[in-house]
């Protein structure tokens, strides 16, 4: 009897070593009758069994992926203001993505559409930016008013500060007798500063300008960027990877639109509370105080800020800041528990502890843009593991 296993395997096996040839019928009768039972039937069969090869996982594989990783985090790290523009375009992308589908729908050219889109999109945050900008500038003529609050208040710290150092200085040995300390100062601590940061922010807005460029180019050529990105892969793949990348449009659309109505309705709250109790400049305030209330945990805390330092001047007792944070509080719990569940949907399901974790490493990878980027890289991630054979716990593990 032969046995074909392959791969190109044939195992041979004799029942009966004494037979050189098959045996005839009339032998297989007689075994019959001798034993009483039914002999085996000594036929040729050929049965193909598949073969599974075995993984195995070795310390050089374990050590392979985790320099790959490494490389990858060093990449992101070291390329931050070219992965941070590019991601901010895919997400921009595909948030204005149906506009230009439905402008193809009323028989426009996706190109001039997508055109179209980008540039209302550019004027539209023109005028808000011009609209911040006349209120800063507000802001700042009478900034010397909340200057001398500040003052107060940082005078106060600094008193208690000198107490507690000269209470420690006290417990501390004295300096050696004859020996001089010097101490060594920048002459200009501030202007120093100040062309620190403009010297950051000179690769981020070199990135930026590049972003209307990546959008127009990603929404014009969606289709031949698609097609290019399915032919990637093999073609028996190919029906995973497009139902892996129909659930990251999903995703990511659900995000973005449920994230931005939840951040208007916040705004919008937020501005008619402080127009209310009378706190001055009450839209630059409300905007800062809810984009901040959109960040996971942290953003209660951050959203305290604007309203607590525009309110120096005005307010000079514990009860309106009460208020205030008792009000952005109650805002966030709304928003956490009811707005977002509902408006970005089941869709993006990630535990706390992964949201945390998320948010911890990609601020400390990007600083804010990261703590902005966490939860669609996250989410996006998670789709893509839930896809992968493999992989899939690493994806229930994320939703919890």
């Keep these: ?36 039972v039914q002999a085996p039937r000594l036929l040729c069969y050929r049965i193909f069994m598949p073969v599974s090869e075995p993984r195995v996982i070795t310390a050089t594989s374990v050590s ?16 931050s203001t070219v992965v941070v523009a590019l991601l901010v375009a895919v997400l921009m992308a595909y948030f204005l993505d149906p506009v230009v589908t439905a402008l193809e729908k009323l028989f426009i050219p996706r190109a001039l559409g997508s055109l179209l889109v980008v540039l209302i999109t550019l004027a539209l945050m023109v005028v808000l930016a011009w609209s911040l900008v006349q209120r800063v500038d507000q802001f700042g003529a009478d900034w010397p008013k909340y200057r001398a609050q500040l003052r107060e208040a940082v005078a106060g710290v600094e008193h208690r500060l000198d107490a507690l150092q000269a209470h420690v200085s006290e417990i501390s040995p004295a300096a050696p007798v004859g020996r001089q300390i010097l101490q060594v100062t920048e002459a200009r601590p501030v202007g120093s500063a100040i062309y620190a940061q ?31 990105t399915m032919q990637l892969f093999p073609a028996a793949q190919r029906n995973d990877v497009k139902e892996a990348l129909e659930d990251v449009t999903q995703v990511l659309r659900s995000y973005l639109a449920g994230t931005t109505l939840v951040g208007m309705i916040l705004v919008l709250a937020s501005w008619l509370f402080f127009w209310e109790i009378g706190l001055d400049f009450p839209f630059l305030t409300a905007l800062a105080s809810g984009l901040m209330n959109l960040v996971p945990y942290l953003g209660v805390l951050l959203s305290w800020a604007p309203p607590f ?43 706390a502890l ?10 400390w990878l990007w600083g ?25 716990p690493i994806g229930h593990w994320l939703s919890g």
């Design 198 to 228: 403009l010297a950051n922010l000179y690769p981020a807005l070199f990135a930026a300008t590049f972003i209307p460029f990546l959008l127009f180019f990603m929404l014009a050529a969606k289709r031949q960027v698609w097609h290019a």
């Design 64 to 79: 392979a992926r985790i320099i790959a990783a490494g490389i990858v985090i060093a990449f992101c790290y070291w390329a």
């Design 1 to 36: 009897m032969e046995i074909i296993l392959p791969p190109r395997r044939i195992i041979t096996t004799h029942l009966i070593a004494r037979f050189s040839k098959p045996p005839t019928l009339a032998a297989v009768a007689v075994a019959r009758g001798a034993r009483g």
């Design 368 to 392: 804010p843009m990261g703590l902005i980027l966490a939860i669609p890289i996250t989410a996006v991630i998670k789709v893509v593991c839930d896809h992968v054979e493999g992989w899939q």
């Design 354 to 363: 992964a949201l945390t974790v998320s948010l911890l490493f990609w601020g």
């Design 309 to 351: 330092l525009i309110g120096l001047k005005q307010f000079h007792t514990a009860g309106p800041y009460i208020g205030i944070a008792a009000t952005m509080t109650f805002l966030h719990i709304m928003a956490a528990n009811l707005l977002i569940p509902a408006l970005v949907g089941w869709r993006v399901r990630l535990n």
